[in-house]
């Protein structure tokens, strides 16, 4: 419940990883409960991207590597592990990692750290997905990427970025 500008008490329903959540808790500063990764190869010519079933669409989603942050790891930690899992590419270089932010605050208090990295493509080892995961990578070069961005179906945070790299001189 929460009450509006005019006294009046409304419910409000929202998503929580945090079992121990109350009313007071909402205002702490933003904790990563998830990271994701925009993944460059070595040259920047191309960018990995992964095509994962989500439930609520019953469709395929174009997104990036992401995943939850475990309660022993550290940001840096998640991203590498993250990564091998469902990429099975080691981490070069993280150029930059944000602060938390909101993905979706209308509907969850979770939030993602969202890192720069650079993957090498050459070298790729045996991934390992959840058993729930369908989830399939590509490395895409900027044409490709124009395509998806007219046609597909993707993660906002998926579709600032790649245009924004698509279209980068």
């Not at 409304?10 to 929580?16: A, D």
């Not at 009313?23 to 991207?49: D, G």
């Not at 959840?130 to 399939?136: G, H, I, K, R, Y």
Request: with cysteine; hydrophobic share 40%.
């Amino acid at each position: 419940m929460y009450q509006n500008e005019h006294g009046d008490l409304m419910p409000y329903h929202f998503v929580s990883r945090d079992s121990n959540l109350t009313i007071e808790t909402l205002k702490r500063p933003a904790n990563a409960s998830a990271v994701a990764m925009f993944c460059y190869n070595q040259n920047h010519s191309q960018v990995l991207l992964t095509k994962q079933f989500r439930q609520p669409l019953n469709d395929f989603v174009y997104g990036n590597p992401a995943g939850l942050v475990e309660p022993t790891e550290s940001i840096k930690q998640a991203i590498s592990r993250e990564l091998m899992a469902e990429t099975g590419y080691s981490l070069i270089e993280v150029e930059h990692c944000f602060a938390p932010s909101y993905s979706s605050p209308g509907l969850t208090d979770g939030a993602v750290s969202l890192a720069i990295c650079t993957l090498d493509q050459a070298k790729q080892t045996d991934r390992t997905l959840e058993v729930d995961e369908a989830l399939s990578i590509l490395w895409v070069n900027r044409a490709e990427a124009q395509t998806i961005l007219a046609n597909e179906k993707m993660t906002g945070r998926t579709q600032i970025l790649l245009w924004q790299w698509a279209n980068e001189q």
